[in-house]
């Protein structure tokens, strides 16, 4: 019996430190763009390489990536006629205390009925300073594309 309760108390335990650790979050993201490279493919298809910077804000404070600022490099593939095919990247993100974390991102959907700009999601690799152990990710949408960078939506879950 005491062994029950003891291993009943440690699950329990460990449950509330993980569910207080747990959240999630929307928010908002714009980014500038930085330098481009873009190389033209035999079939015409045509691969972009950006430098960018991000900042986000979250309606969680606790959320990793609430308040914080990127330096991000991304690859896009894009079809004869411009059209997005695939996408990834990844940024290094940091809060105004010195914390951060290593993120990748990706594109999910393109120019469709349920995606009609830009859709992706994404997830953290590693955080250091107060977001050490960050897990988790989430989704994106851009909203807005500018002539020098984007804006956008994400939800988010995460622990820590």
């Known amino acids: 019996m005491k062994k029950t309760i003891v291993s009943v108390t440690a699950t329990t335990l460990l449950a509330v430190s993980f569910g207080a650790a747990a959240g999630e979050a929307t928010g908002y993201y714009t980014t500038h763009d930085g330098k481009s490279v873009e190389s033209t493919l035999p079939d015409g298809r045509k691969i972009v390489v950006s430098h960018y910077y991000?900042?986000?804000?979250?309606?969680?404070?606790?959320?990793?990536?609430?308040?914080?600022?990127?330096?991000?490099?991304?690859?896009?593939?894009?079809?004869?006629?411009?059209?997005?095919?695939?996408?990834?990247?990844?940024?290094?993100?940091?809060?105004?205390?010195g914390d951060g974390s290593l993120w990748w991102w990706k594109v999910?959907?393109?120019?469709?009925?349920?995606?009609?700009?830009?859709?992706?999601?994404?997830g953290y690799v590693e955080g250091y300073g107060k977001l050490k152990?960050?897990?988790?990710?989430?989704?994106w949408v851009r909203t807005?594309?500018?002539a020098e960078g984007s804006m956008g939506t994400f939800k988010s879950?995460?622990?820590r």
């Open 54 to 97: 991000q900042l986000a804000k979250s309606d969680k404070a606790d959320d990793p990536i609430n308040n914080t600022e990127s330096n991000c490099v991304g690859k896009i593939v894009l079809s004869k006629d411009g059209n997005i095919q695939s996408g990834s990247g990844s940024c290094f993100s940091q809060d105004p205390s």
């Open 157 to 159: 879950s995460y622990t």
């Open 108 to 122: 999910d959907e393109a120019g469709t009925a349920k995606c009609p700009d830009v859709c992706g999601s994404f």
């Open 133 to 139: 152990g960050t897990k988790g990710g989430g989704t």
């Open 144 to 146: 807005n594309l500018f």
